[in-house]
């Protein structure tokens, strides 16, 4: 297979819009879930349980939420796959981003909408000097994640959930081992979803889901994207906020 990686924000950009324009007939994620960490922050399992347990995250979300999960090649687990493949080509071509493993990324309609988006930006990064320093930005993921939605250092390690259908944001700091690992974050918000799966159910479910784990607000967001101009936002602060520093733990 011929693989090109393209800026990881620049891939949840496109992401993000191949969700919002795929046809209301076809299959199409209701979120995207973005994982911020890094294997040197202290007291954070985050990004070592969501791989770990990335076939059961995936088995529960896969209906409805796109999961990226910031890893290496060596971090593949069963039911977690790194590259989108082009849907309109015999001879496999793939896209992904650096640090980025995709968790339920079987959406026909919405891997062909992306590559419709992505297609210059493949051409532009295609070159042999491109992606040797696209490589070499694995380690630069969170950091470029945080500056491409405007969040701060404080909010790694953290899960970002984007609902697509009425455009919310919302930002789970995690604080270490006295968290909840992962999957039963995800559990919670997948036994809320309505039989019929109407539109517009997984922020009601996340917004309930936070209410029942008593996570405390802290200050909302401002969302540096342009494509995220009219999207909402909240940061729920860990359940024990004593593991931040004080001022971080402020908001």
Known sequence: MRGTLIPLPDFLDVAIRACEVSPSTA???????VVLDRTAERNSNLLKDLVDQGSSINDVTRKDLLVALPGRQEDWRPGVQEWVLDPHKVAEHGVNAPGLLLAGADDRA????LWELVSDEV????????????????????SDVVDYLGLTEDDIPSLVIF?????RLFVFR??????DAPYQLFKNIAT?????GEPGWLASAVV????DLEFAEGQAPVLAPPSLANWRAMRYLPRHAGVLPLESARG
């Open 163 to 167: 609902s697509l259908d009425d455009r």
């Open 192 to 196: 809320r979803r309505p039989r019929d």
């Open 123 to 142: 051409e532009r990064c295609d070159s042999y000097e491109d992606q040797k320093r696209i490589v070499q930005a694995v380690d630069q993921s969170a």
């Open 110 to 113: 919405w891997e062909s909408r």
């Open 27 to 33: 299959k199409r994620y209701r979120g995207i879930v």
């Open 174 to 179: 995690y604080g270490g081992d006295a968290d």
């Open 208 to 211: 309930a889901v936070a209410r």
